[in-house]
């Protein structure tokens, strides 16, 4: 009974000291226990007694806790000489400050995340390591004491103290660092973006005896480029100057691509060394976004860059269709192509490695700046015309193997096979032959002039025909016909070649240049007279006899 008593008397008194009650409430559950409990007086006072001091700690507590300066982060750069001051940035000062008794300032290194306190002259604490904000930067090279050249913004060159860490870990040259931009200290390492590259790998899988006409101009480009990737001494012996790329050009379906793709197979076989081939594609560079576009260009140079310093390789950049570079006149190519060009100057000018070459490619010479045409960036040309008729039929025997069944005139074998080229050509190339009148041009004089296949002929069209022409003996075999490839079936593929191509000329500039003309000699009307071939329908693909 008696324990029952005080478990009641405890809540009651719980109850009264309780936050839940108002100050009436409270006050009259006191005067009520008193009556009650006259004894207990005593034991209520000292509890209240013991709840105030207790309150009155834990204010003065939140109060000082209130009052107190913040801690301001830095970063730990070095120990003074004697080892009783510490050298940290802390936003943009360097500050000498004393250390905390309890810090163990042998384990502080450079780069470590510690706290002053608020007067900012003492090192209080250590931090903890995690994410830290900054700017990207790429290392450029090593600087004394533990210090590095970074490449910011704009290519800005910042010097910087790296963290111990990142020091051990090891870093090289386009390393990117993560830092800060107020204490100018670099403290991590990033990984590669994974971003997709702005280069695309040129496949170097052609060789150049697989080519046909193009042996001239490829003896000529690889003298030139040998000279000057291989052979640096000598170029400086005979004060020669530098160039920095070649440019190629010639009418589309030429061969241009495959004529780098040949050139990058025949040095690394040649010389033993390593060739990359990168691929700029047009308008890979070009953003939306204001400035963006700059940044692009300035990325895929460094690219490059990069790639020409790792180890012994040599490195062709390929700008396919050069012209779309763009033009300083704003008039011409629009605002965003006037503020591009000068950026490509720029970087083509920084180039200072010989184990970087630039290869332009077009076959619109006269869309080009002649800032990009100038000695010691595109300075020297090589021009790939049309094929003639010996190098048109180099063309075709590349593509009409001993292998392939051919019949041409009762002959079958290598002997079919010359003797159907020699009737294309005739075909192609005779002043009187089926393709010598594929349209007639009118120009603004009053004079016509009729096109004929060689004017447009490339090695590109003769291979399509080639295809063609296979295409139509297979289809014969499959249906139990005689599969041989004859001269109808190539005929007839050329003529089809050259129809489209036909009906797609159209006056203009682009004329012009297609048909090298001279600028006074303005095209401005052009008729086909070469009806597409249209062969009947084999009797074999017929819905009746399937």
Same mark, same amino acid.
């Given at each position: 009974m008696t324990n029952q008593v005080e478990d009641v008397q405890a809540q009651t008194l719980e109850h009264i000291l309780d936050d839940g009650l108002s100050p009436a409430e409270e006050q009259a559950a006191i005067e009520q226990f008193l009556r009650d409990k006259p004894a207990l007086a005593t034991p209520l006072l000292f509890t209240a007694l013991a709840q105030k001091h207790r309150l009155r700690t834990l204010l003065e507590e939140t109060r000082r806790v209130l009052r107190a300066p913040p801690w301001h982060p830095a970063a730990f750069l070095a120990h003074s000489s004697d080892g009783t001051r510490a050298l940290v940035a802390c936003g943009n000062r360097r500050l000498s400050v004393t250390f905390a008794p309890d810090i163990d300032r042998l384990t502080l290194r450079c780069g470590d995340p510690v706290f002053l306190n608020g007067d900012q002259n003492v090192l209080t604490s250590l931090g903890q390591g995690g994410f830290r904000p900054g700017l990207v930067g790429e290392f450029a090279r090593a600087h004394r004491n533990g210090q590095g050249v970074l490449r910011g913004q704009g290519e800005n060159e910042i010097v910087v103290d790296i963290a111990a860490h990142v020091l051990e870990?090891?870093? !090289?040259?386009?390393? =990117?660092?993560?830092?800060?931009?107020?204490?100018?200290?670099?403290?991590?390492?990033?990984?590669?973006?994974? %971003?997709?590259?702005?280069?695309? %790998?040129?496949?170097?899988?052609?060789r150049i005896d697989e080519l046909g006409g193009l042996d001239e101009v490829f003896n000529e480009l690889v003298s030139e480029i040998t000279l000057y990737l291989f052979h640096v001494d000598l170029v400086r012996r005979y004060a020669l100057r530098p160039t920095k790329g070649v440019l190629l050009c010639g009418p589309p379906g030429t061969g241009k691509t495959s004529l780098v793709q040949a050139l990058g197979e025949h040095l690394g076989r040649a010389m033993g060394v390593e060739i990359v081939a990168f691929l700029v594609r047009p308008g890979v560079h070009r953003s939306m976004w204001f400035g963006a576009s700059e940044q692009r260009v300035r990325d895929l140079f460094q690219e490059a860059r990069r790639a020409a310093e790792n180890g012994n390789r040599y490195v062709l950049l390929f700008f396919d269709d050069m012209d779309h570079l763009g033009s300083r006149d704003q008039r011409i190519a629009g605002d965003v192509d006037a503020r591009l060009l000068p950026c490509f100057l720029q970087e083509i000018d920084a180039v200072r490695t010989h184990r970087l070459l630039l290869v332009g490619?077009?076959? =619109? &010479?006269?869309?080009?700046?002649?800032?990009?045409?100038?000695?010691? /960036?595109?300075? =020297?040309?090589?021009?790939?015309g049309r094929p003639n008729r010996g190098q048109a039929r180099e063309i075709f025997l590349r593509y009409l193997t001993a292998d392939l069944p051919m019949r041409q005139n009762g002959h079958n074998g290598v002997d079919a096979t010359h003797h159907l080229v020699d009737d294309l050509l005739s075909g192609l190339y005779a002043p009187n032959g089926e393709f010598a009148r594929l349209a007639m041009l009118t120009f603004r004089d009053g004079s016509r002039v009729p096109l004929s296949a060689s004017q447009i002929l490339t090695g590109a069209l003769i291979a399509a025909a080639v295809e063609q022409g296979k295409r139509r003996g297979c289809f014969r075999?499959? !249906?139990?016909?005689?599969?041989?490839?004859?001269?109808?079936?190539? =005929?007839?593929?050329? /003529?089809? &070649?050259?129809?489209?191509?036909?009906?797609?000329?159209?006056?203009?500039?682009?004329?012009q240049q297609m048909l090298d003309l001279p600028p006074d000699r303005d095209v401005v009307k052009v008729e086909p007279c070469l009806p597409e071939d249209q062969p009947r329908r084999p009797a074999y693909l017929n819905r009746s006899s399937m």
């Open positions: 870990d090891g870093i !090289h040259k386009g390393d =990117r660092l993560l830092y800060d931009p107020e204490s100018f200290v670099a403290y991590e390492k990033l990984e590669q973006s994974e %971003q997709s590259s702005l280069l695309e %790998q040129l496949p170097l899988n052609v490619a077009t076959n =619109r &010479e006269d869309l080009l700046d002649e800032a990009l045409l100038r000695p010691g /960036r595109f300075g =020297r040309t090589f021009r790939i075999a499959l !249906h139990g016909g005689l599969g041989d490839v004859e001269a109808d079936d190539l =005929r007839a593929a050329l /003529r089809r &070649e050259l129809s489209a191509i036909c009906g797609r000329l159209k006056p203009g500039p682009a004329l």
